[in-house]
């Protein structure tokens, strides 16, 4: 995807640090303006990852970009023994720590900040790694695939949840209408940082859904490839394999 799209147009910092500033920002209202957004429907999209991620039995899982760690804590349904969940906003990581230890999952949730471009683990480290509504707001794509490529087990699944855009009139018109209009518009009156979900409406605009976002798993490596798109198109879900 482009890097022209950021958060903060006017800022001079790269950006990997506004998606940083950004998610500390909105932090607070996340959760809720998520569940606004979508009208619920993102808990059934986390439900079919955790799904297609059980069906494998993992010991070990890694949720990449795990925000306030709601499929880290969806991810406890598959038995694993070890989830980690990894995010580069604090703010983020701070309020899903508070949602793991009400759980009382937190002797099998560790939540850790990191990079998703730089990971802190071992080569096959992981039987399965997640990725949802993330890999769009990573600086560089192809490094940040290449290091979860690097840290997954061989055979191991990879799956990522991500926007994506309808393809059927007149969904397609709709979802445009909604994206463009209606969301910043969400956004401004449930946080204090507008810039945020005008970002993170273009960011869904511009990124390779679908087969474009397939080719790019092929090339780092992936096989086993998959897309399956959500609710008309506006979501889909990938899965791959080492």
Do not use: C
Not at 47 to 69: F, H, Q, Y
Not at 135 to 154: C, D, H, T, W
């Amino acid at each position: 995807m482009s890097k022209n799209v950021r958060p903060y147009k006017d800022s001079k910092l790269g950006k990997k640090a506004q998606v940083t500033k950004m998610f500390d920002t909105i932090s607070g209202s996340y959760d809720k303006l998520n569940r606004v957004i979508s009208l619920g429907i993102d808990i059934k999209w986390r439900n079919r990852v955790v799904r297609l991620i059980g069906a494998s039995k993992p010991e070990s899982i890694l949720d990449i970009a795990t925000g306030t760690g709601d499929l880290a804590i969806a991810m406890a349904n598959t038995g694993a023994k070890k989830i980690i969940g990894l995010d580069i906003s604090t703010g983020m990581l701070e309020v899903g720590k508070n949602k793991i230890v009400q759980k009382n999952l937190d002797d099998t949730i560790t939540m850790i900040v990191g990079d998703s471009e730089n990971l802190p683990f071992e080569d096959d480290s992981f039987d399965a790694i997640t990725v949802a509504f993330g890999v769009r707001n990573f600086e560089n794509l192809e490094k940040g695939l290449s290091e979860i490529y690097r840290v997954l087990k061989p055979k191991g699944t990879f799956a990522v949840l991500e926007t994506s855009i309808p393809t059927k009139t007149p969904f397609k018109q709709g979802y445009r209408l909604y994206s463009r209009f209606v969301l910043p518009v969400i956004g401004k009156l449930f946080s204090k940082d507008r810039s945020a979900y005008r970002y993170l409406s273009e960011s869904a605009s511009v990124f390779p859904y679908g087969e474009q976002f397939n080719n790019i798993l092929a090339k780092i490596g992936f096989i086993a490839l998959e897309h399956r798109p959500q609710t008309l198109g506006v979501a889909t879900i990938y899965v791959a394999s080492k």
